[in-house]
């Protein structure tokens, strides 16, 4: 009747076997200046076993109420661990949810093995780079890659930085001092996939095959085309000989700062302002996240001992 974590020998104390979620729902506000996010997340859940309590990774930031089903419940947050009990027992198969109140300073999960990842500040804004363990860092989830689901994803920051999350943007309402923007993710996405860029970008809508978009900060918009230019191309490569593009759209977001490394998320891939080259290391890397979108993102592992199945593809389409 348990929760049951450390389900993935690769990502210890990650997880919870007993129920899966099939939705996320997200309202989010991020303040820039001091790194401040305040959220609130429902999941709606399906018991895979018989329980009476579960658990949730949520990193570094407080939590403030738990309710399941409605009901105001007791809860303990140790390390990332946040354990629920919920208010009366659930049959395997029967749905529930789960609603968290939440809020602090976000920051990466930081492990010994598999090093950082998760929210970061940037010079500038924020990005979320969450492979493979980093989701906890800015919602609370159950962190298992083969429970995908949906996502619907809301978030608030200053009108001065646009936001880009998975999936199809939905609405941009402006107040008076913040825009909230919503995006929707309809096709099943695991947890360390989902993704939120902020930053003070321009959007450049690109002729290709499939909808194709660049959030670029102004200062680096007259060098995109030259680095990214060939991008229609591996589009309409790609398509030809995988299949038609699994999303909605592709996004490309470029940050300011300098990144160690590019990442694909669903539905879009980040790279940093380095990589604004034309040399062929940066050109294969452009190749090989968008690749991604086929291979780890509308494909992805069951147990992260398959990464292979995700990084050989891609690096087969360099």
Known sequence: MRGHTDVDGYTPGHGDASYDVTHYDLELTYKVEGNLLN???????VALTDLDRL???????RVRKVAVDGSVVKYTHRRHHLNVRTPQSVAKGDEFEVVVQYAG???PLSSRSLGSAGWEELADGAIVAAQPHGAPSWFPCNDRPDNKAGYRISLSAPNTYRVVCNGELVSATRHASTTTWVYEQAEPMATYLATAQIGRYQLLEIDAVVPLYAA????????YDE??????EMLE???????DYPFGRYTVVITED?????LESQSLSTFGANFLVTDWDAERLIAHEMSHQWFGNSLTLG????????EGFACYCE
């Open 39 to 45: 959220g609130v997340a429902l999941l709606r859940c």
């Open 55 to 61: 658990t949730l990774d949520l990193h570094g930031l």
């Open 105 to 107: 300073h976000p920051s």
């Open 216 to 223: 670029v900060p102004g200062s680096l918009v007259p060098t």
């Open 227 to 232: 680095a990214f230019g060939q991008q229609p």
């Open 237 to 243: 490569l790609f398509t030809r000989l995988f299949g």
């Open 258 to 262: 300098d990144l160690e490394i590019p």
């Open 303 to 310: 147990e992260w001992s398959d990464i292979w199945l995700h």
